[in-house]
Nanobody, 114 residues
């Protein structure tokens, strides 16, 4: 079955950086579009960034210039490099794989606080 496992979350000060990883198994990884979503307490889940199987990327406006999504199809892994983090980036971050069906990981917590 499809499994997506996120890692790399944690506590960071404002202005700091984190790199999230999401390792996929049970799927033909290079044929899937991969996305990062986040959900803050009391809010809905929102799309942060995605990358197509061809490598095209899109970003939520508030993270443009600060976050970078990338993928390594040999390692079946998608990454989210997050720089210049702000307290409003605090959320649980989820990766997702989509090709018709949509699969979710279990999430990793990111907390930005001094």
């Amino acid at each position: 079955q499809v499994q997506l496992v996120e890692s790399g979350g944690g506590l960071v000060q404002p202005g700091g950086s984190l790199r999230l990883s999401c390792a996929g198994s049970g799927l033909t990884f290079d044929s899937y579009a991969m996305s990062w979503f986040r959900q803050a307490p009391g809010k809905g889940r929102e799309l942060v960034a995605d990358i197509t199987s061809a490598g095209d990327t899109t970003y939520k406006d508030s993270v443009k210039g600060r976050f970078t999504i990338s993928r390594n199809n040999v390692k079946n892994t998608v990454y989210l490099q997050m720089d210049s983090l702000k307290p409003e980036d605090t959320a649980k971050y989820y990766c997702a794989a989509q090709r018709g069906a949509l699969y979710w990981g279990q999430g990793t917590q990111v907390t930005v606080s001094s």
